[in-house]
């Protein structure tokens, strides 16, 4: 795309949302902080500029800070936060499938068709991958941290092995930039869809069930995944109905059969 990128545009929205308390029940999930997304974002922002020369390779190569390494740290510390071993496994699994769907559509479905879309000329690239990302992500991930790991790393996958498609058709007079350029935007795009895709119906879903399920979850991740000021809530609208008044009346009484 010409122009100020995409990536940058998101992640300026992004931030806006974040510091005015807009994103603060999707970071509770996700476990973060409004300090370190904002930094996570300024991290990305500043590094997208920053390309690390790896001397050495077959095929001339780079490693972009805010497309790779920085998107890298962040799944590591999510991976580390994540509830169970399970939700790990769904994560990783996520990030295989997305970057085999991902690499399979840029070197298969896209070789010798005219640019930026192949045969998705109604939609530009930068958008393909993300919502293919998304989708893929979210569907096995289920998690808002495992969407957003599986979109996320499984771009970077994809990209590392379109250097290794590089490196077998001999395209020594290109440098590759890992999470550069390009999939910069959609390593970007990938991972605040996910999140978003994961928010919507994971929001609905819950709705639907009357909370978030517990079946099979730590204790201190069940309560970690309930709105904030659940119990005050539930506590409120107990004493609003009267039932702290007749909990105390029944203990007077001595008659526990009504608590």
Excluded: C
């Amino acid at each position: 795309m010409d122009g100020f990128p995409i990536g940058l545009i998101v992640l300026i929205v992004v931030s806006l949302l974040v510091f005015f308390g807009f994103a603060q029940r999707a970071l509770d999930r996700m476990r973060l902080s409004d300090k370190g997304t904002l930094a996570v974002i300024l991290a990305l922002i500043v590094g997208s500029f920053i390309n690390i020369p790896i001397p050495g390779t077959p095929v001339p190569l780079e490693i972009n800070v805010g497309g790779a390494l920085v998107p890298v740290v962040l799944v590591v510390y999510l991976l580390v936060k994540a509830g169970t071993g399970k939700e790990v496994s769904r994560a990783l699994i996520a990030s295989a499938l997305t970057g085999i769907a991902i690499w399979f559509i840029g070197s298969r479905m896209m070789t010798g068709l005219p640019e930026p879309a192949g045969h998705f000329g109604f939609i530009d690239v930068i958008y393909v991958y993300p919502i293919v990302a998304a989708v893929i992500a979210y569907a096995v991930g289920r998690s808002r941290r495992s969407a957003f790991i599986g979109a996320t790393l499984g771009v970077i996958l994809a990209d590392v092995a379109n250097y290794f498609y590089y490196v077998q058709n001999n395209a020594t007079n290109v440098t590759k930039s890992i999470g550069g350029a390009g999939a910069f935007d959609s390593i970007v795009i990938s991972g605040i869809l996910a999140i978003l895709l994961a928010d919507i119906i994971g929001e609905a879903r819950e709705r639907l069930q009357g909370g978030p399920s517990s079946e099979g979850k730590p204790d201190a991740l069940v309560a970690g995944l309930r709105k904030p000021g659940f119990k005050q809530k539930e506590r409120d609208e107990k004493k609003a109905d009267g039932w702290e008044d007749r909990k105390d009346k029944a203990r007077e009484e001595g008659d526990r059969s009504e608590i």
